[in-house]
């Protein structure tokens, strides 16, 4: 297995904010092992179960750490973050113990020395005041040897991590091919066939226009929206920090419990009930970006089915410091098909594009065919420009790709790019050269992603063989609180 750990270093840290989290804050020594009855179980890991119980604990203990509301951690999303989670720390425990890796004294120490709150321990003349610790310990469920096993735990899995980590492309010299592949540059020429050009010579009958109308009846829906009322917890600057906590706490409460209505959250914290109609999933009409409604959590909310469908009030959501809403549906306005005299132009003008579409993609197959028995002859092309894959000019995806993938052997030759709406441009490549700066700086940065890729390559083949070999297997999928999962 360890063939695939490279002896360069490059850390994740991306990789190591997610999956390392240490136990001393959020997982106890016990959270690798227990059993719950079967029909809790979620995945079992080595024969052993990740429960719903332990991920809704999990869930209130993380976000009280991060000062989050009580709601948030009931969440079906936020729990199954958790839950993704505890399971990628079973799995490094799994392999930490199945490799039998081992952590020396010095390096334990120090890392301890690193956590905040044992640092804080420490008094001024150097000494460590064992008491503070032991009633820290306590605190939080643990006794010595338990908080020092799981130290040596998590640090055994942050080695193990880094191990894996420390990984780039085995020879510098393909970082460098890269670079200078991404670098060429090409000499090019355009000859554009558009469908506005070709808009003169279209006329679609009203038949052809009622029978696209009819044909195509989801082109010209009226988007679905809702009429909505909500209220606004905004804070006084006046007021005590401590006092407004309590209030948004209220708000959210109230709001969640009562969830068939905003009025008692609104009497209780002397708030107006307001409206808003004709809201789109683009966001109510007429607001500025900064109104509370115009979030995007709160707009994908009132769109959920729990709006939509059970008419129960959104969870309370922290638009901006000190702002906090909740909203509910009032009515729910479906999709229609308008009808045909409300959007003939439109209609129209669909038609005419497509068929002129048709007019220059033809006229553009004609062209390429007599360009493709003679290259050389560049009538009608723009004037040459140089692109490469650092300065494409306006060349995107399939375009670049083709015009850089010419083998310089066939030059001068031609390529045809069809462009969706638009209609078709063909491209004429005779020259290719290598630019005479180089750029160290950019060099670096390309040999930097060719190796964070190598990497995020690596951990996830190194993942999924320790998935296997822990025998992962999915028991029961982790459902809503409210079917009374893990309650």
Known sequence: MFDTIRKHQKILQLVLMLFIVPSFVLFGISSYSGFLDKETDLVKVNGKPITAQEVDNTAKRQAERVGGNSQIAQTLQFRQAILNELLQQRILGFAVVDLRLQVGKEALIKSLQNIPQIRALY???????????????????????????????????????????RTEIGSPKISEIVSTLYETERQIQALS???????GKVNPSQDELETFYKANAKLFESP??????????????????KVFSEKADQFANLTYDQSDSLKPAADKLRLSVQTQKGMTRSGPPGVSRDHPLANPKVIQSLFGDDAVKNRRNIEAVQTSPGVFVSARVITFHPAQVLPYKEVSAEVKRQVSQRAAEKLAVAAAAERFASLEKDPKNNSGFGGPFWVSRNKPANLVGPALDDVMSINPSKFPAVISVNNPGVGVT??????????????????????????????????????????????????NPLKPISSGAGS
């Open 224 to 241: 679905d929206y809702v009429d909505v009322e909500y209220i606004v917890l905004k804070a006084d600057p006046k007021e005590d920090a």
């Open 123 to 165: 008094r001024q003349d150097g000494s460590f005041d064992d008491a503070r610790f032991k009633q820290l310990l306590a605190n939080n469920g643990l006794n010595e040897e338990q908080f020092y096993a799981s130290q040596a735990f998590d640090l055994k899995i942050t080695q193990l991590i880094n191990s894996v980590a």
């Open 426 to 475: 063909i491209y004429r490549v005779d020259q290719v050269r290598q630019p005479s700066g180089t750029d160290a700086k950019v060099h670096k940065a390309q040999a930097q992603q060719i190796q964070a890729l190598a990497a995020q390559s690596e951990f996830a083949g190194f993942m999924s063989y320790w998935r296997d070999a822990a025998n992962v297997k999915v028991i």
């Open 193 to 199: 066939f558009s469908a506005k050009d070709y808009l």
